[in-house]
């Protein structure tokens, strides 16, 4: 089965700088990977997918970026502000339909 | 409107106890999905729906049973609470099957004491 890494510890970073999570998997690559963001108490809301074939994806302030050799996808938030506070979650699909998502990393935004 | 609810949105209860947690999504969707996020925030899917059929099934404890009475409900009940059952439970709708975003509801907040 597939297994998803995220670095557990808190991302502390200040405002206006990139903010960089990292989501590493083990096994075979995923047609694509998806990033999600949860807040407390509230469900995970979807924020970008990016494909095998595709190495990089945009949306506003938000960058993914897909290595299928180093079985890595980053996400980059720029000009980062207060309200990105929260847990970033990495996901992906295997040939089975099931779908994995890593524990997530949670990001702050200190102003 | 709420596109993904569940209810209720929070569940204390006696261990034995038998309970359900109720899912509606007004998307249009053809899947639906459980997930259980423990208190290490793992989500780890349970069950998958698609047109009211069961598609995936996972290594979960047969007091576990969802029921999709047709494609915009996907309800679980759960027999003979245990403590390891606390947890928060998602239910998500996507539109397909596949390579498809996730919409979540809010979660349910069981506490099994």
């Known amino acids: 089965s597939q297994k998803i890494e995220q670095n557990s510890e808190a991302l502390n970073i200040q405002e206006g700088k990139t903010a960089t999570l990292t989501c590493n998997y083990t096994?075979?690559?995923?047609?694509?990977l998806q990033w999600y963001r949860q807040d407390p108490g509230r469900g995970p809301v979807f924020l970008l997918l990016?494909?095998?074939?595709?190495k990089e994806k945009r949306k506003e302030r938000l960058k993914v970026t897909f290595d299928t050799t180093l079985k890595q996808s980053l996400f980059h938030i720029t000009a980062s502000q207060p309200a990105d506070s929260a847990t970033y979650l990495c996901?992906?699909?295997?040939?089975?339909?099931?779908?994995?998502f890593g524990s997530g990393t949670k990001l702050n935004v200190k102003p | 409107d709420t596109a993904v609810s569940q209810t209720p949105k929070y569940l204390v209860t006696q261990m034995g106890n038998d309970k359900s947690i109720k899912c509606e999504q007004n998307?249009?969707?053809?899947?639906m999905y459980w997930y259980k996020q423990d208190s290490k925030k793992f989500l780890k899917i349970m069950f998958s729906?698609?047109?009211?059929?069961?598609?995936i099934n996972e290594t979960v404890p047969n007091r576990f049973s969802p029921k999709s009475p047709d494609k915009a409900h996907l309800n679980l009940h759960i027999n003979s609470l245990e403590l390891g059952d606390s947890a928060v439970y998602f239910c998500?709708?996507?539109?397909?099957?596949?390579?498809?975003?996730?919409?979540f509801g809010p979660g349910t907040r069981l506490l099994v004491l």
């Open positions: 998500a709708s996507s539109l397909r099957r596949q390579e498809e975003t996730q919409y």
């Open positions: 096994n075979y690559s995923p047609a694509y």
């Open positions: 990016i494909r095998e074939n595709e």
């Open positions: 996901a992906l699909e295997d040939n089975f339909n099931k779908f994995y």
């Open positions: 998307l249009g969707h053809d899947t």
């Open positions: 729906y698609n047109n009211k059929e069961l598609i």
